[in-house]
């Protein structure tokens, strides 16, 4: 990854968003962190290049600010003590799927023999192990499959023009969730670490049955899609 491209960051003003930041600033990078504080004022000092407030339901107004991103990272998240199913949703899956799909369609209408944009998209663990909170693993278990849908079923100049690659994380220290067993500062430095030889599957986890069970869970659908594609092909054509 070149030192002059330029990262987008949701959730820049939580605990992983400034890790993240402040790793990636440190290694040259351009930052451009996504919040919903309306109190700019109030981030750190040390935070993004620059920052953009945004409001759920609201994400086709950013159509242009994602236009000068090279690589986004898709890092805000809600973990709802109240167990309200809808705002889960709408803040973990909902918000993050319209994001997906603008940026997109802007990697889309870009020449194809340009250097193709990247989404890194954090699903968590809650995916498809317990996080004690149902409305959590039913947000992130929705963003996962769509991630893992758009992956697999991405056409092929799609797939020249927009890499995607899913983050998936264990419990980390944040205000959402104090008892973490990971720093963030760790994690964001495995997560620069690993994005530069993973492909696909960003895992960082003190679980190692997530080292097990994400990887066949993706082989699983990987074949499952091949297959819907050779139907769809021999069948519906």
Not at 43 to 53: A, H, K, M
């Amino acid at each position: 990854m070149s030192n002059k491209k330029t990262i987008g960051i949701t959730g820049a003003g939580g605990s992983l968003g400034k890790a993240l930041t402040k790793k990636f600033r440190s290694c040259g990078y351009k930052i451009i962190g996504f919040t919903h504080n309306k109190n700019l004022k109030e981030l750190v000092e040390e935070g993004p290049n620059e920052w953009i407030y945004w409001e759920c339901g609201k994400e086709f107004l950013l159509e242009n600010s994602l236009s000068k991103i090279d690589i986004l990272i898709l890092n805000h998240g809600v973990y709802d003590s109240k167990q309200d199913l809808e705002k889960s949703i709408e803040i973990n899956a909902t918000s993050k799927i319209k994001i997906l799909k603008l940026f997109e369609k802007i990697s889309l209408s870009r020449p194809i023999n340009c250097s193709p944009k990247e989404i890194w998209v954090n699903t968590s663990e809650a995916e498809i192990l317990p996080a004690l909170n149902p409305s959590y693993e039913i947000s992130k278990s929705l963003i996962g499959q769509v991630v893992t849908f758009k992956k697999n079923f991405n056409n092929q100049n799609a797939s020249k023009n927009l890499i995607i690659k899913k983050i998936i994380l264990g419990p980390f220290k944040s205000d959402l969730n104090p008892i973490g067993i990971i720093s963030p500062e760790l994690v964001a430095n495995l997560i620069f670490y690993f994005s530069k030889i993973s492909k696909y599957l960003i895992i960082i986890s003190p679980n190692p049955l997530t080292y097990i069970l994400f990887p066949l869970r993706e082989f699983y659908f990987f074949v499952y899609y091949q297959f819907l594609k050779i139907f769809r092909r021999r069948f519906l054509t």
